[in-house]
C-alpha cells in the first residue's frame, strides 16, 4: 500500500535567517530513514550553495533541484512536489526544526491507520526565547484517536492554513491538482482545497515541528509578491467552499480571515504607510461580501477590532488601534 520512500519532504533553500543548515540536521538526523529530502534552489543570494552542496554531497537521501531562476516559495514548493515520489508529501522551510523521534512517530501513525489522504499535527513557535504553541493546538487535543472526515469538522477551516503542519497524501496532491501561486500567503487556498478534497483526516497529537522564524511574515513570497495577495488567496478559499456545497465551514473561515487581515495590519513594518489605507478598504470590502448571515462577531477588544473593520471607517479605525488588541489578534495568528 505504501511506496518507499514513506515520505518525500520538500525544502525550499531560501534562508534569509541562515537556518537551512539546522533544519537539514534535524531532518536527517531522525532514526527513522525511510525518506527522500527535495532540497529545491535557485540562483538568488537567498539560497546558500554551500549548505546546499554539501547536503547532497553528505546524504544520499537528498536531491536538489536547481531552478534556472530566481523564484519565490510556492513555485520553488512545486518544482520540489513534482520530483517526489513518496507515499506523503511533507513541506518545511528552511527555519522549521524537527524534534527527534517525529519522523517515526508520523510513520507509525499514518501506517496504523491505513493510510489517511492528511495527518494533522501540533507546532510550536520559537520567540524571543520562549516557545509559543500553534493557535490550533486546542483543536488537534480534542480529537479523538480515529480518522474522520472533513466535512464532520468545520472547525478545521478556523485555523491558520500552514502547508507544514501537515503530511499530504501524494495521491491526493496529485488529484487535487495543488498548486502553490506566486506571490505572498501561498499557501491559504491551496491547504483549504486540499482539506475539501480530502476523504479522510487523522491527527497526531504531538508538537513536531518549531518555527524558529524571527519575521512573523513569511520572508520569501515571491519576486512580485505583496501582502495584498492575501485577498486573492481568500477569495479562492471562498469559491472552494460553495464549489463543494460547504456553507457550514464560511462562518469558521470567515473569522480566520478577518483575524489574519488584523493581525496584518497590526503588525508592525508588515504594510507601508501608503499600502495601510488601501488594505483597510479591501479587508473592509471583504467582510461586507463574505459575512455568513447570522455571523456574530468574537468578544471582547477582538469583537471591537471586528466591528470597526466592518465599519469601513480607516480614520476610526487608526484613532480606536489599541496595542493590547494588537497582541490579542498575535496571540490567535
Known sequence: MFSSPLISVIVAAHDLQGGLA??????????????????????????????????????DRVTVVRLDAAAGIGPARNAGARQATGSYLLFLDSDHVLWDGTLQA??????????????????????????????????????????FSPAEQPELFGVPAY???????????????????????????????LMLRATTVAVLKWDCVQLRRRHTAHPAGGPQGSQLDVFTRYEESFALLAEHGRADAAPCLFTRMIRQYLFLLGLSGCLTRSERPRFFQRAAE????????????????????????AGGGYAAFQTARLPQVARGVLSRS
Open 286 to 309: 471583504h467582510y461586507q461580501r463574505f459575512q455568513p448571515e447570522g455571523y456574530e462577531r468574537p468578544a471582547g477588544r477582538e469583537g471591537v477590532k471586528f466591528q470597526l473593520l
Open 106 to 147: 508520523l510513520a507509525d501513525r499514518v501506517r496504523s491507520l491505513d493510510g489517511p489522504d492528511v495527518l494533522l499535527f501540533g507546532h510550536t513557535r520559537l520567540h524571543r526565547g520562549r516557545s509559543w504553541p500553534g493557535s490550533a493546538t486546542e483543536l488537534l487535543s480534542g480529537q479523538g484517536a480515529k480518522p
Open 22 to 59: 539546522t533544519c537539514l540536521q534535524s531532518l536527517l538526523g531522525q532514526s527513522f530513514r525511510d525518506i527522500e529530502v527535495i532540497l529545491v534552489a535557485d540562483p538568488s543570494p537567498e539560497c546558500p550553495a554551500g549548505v546546499v552542496g554539501a547536503a547532497e554531497l553528505d546524504d
Open 163 to 193: 502547508i507544514w503542519d501537515r503530511l499530504i497524501r501524494r495521491e491526493l496532491w496529485t488529484a487535487s491538482a495543488a498548486a502553490f501561486p506566486e506571490g505572498q500567503h501561498d499557501e491559504i487556498a491551496v491547504v483549504h482545497r
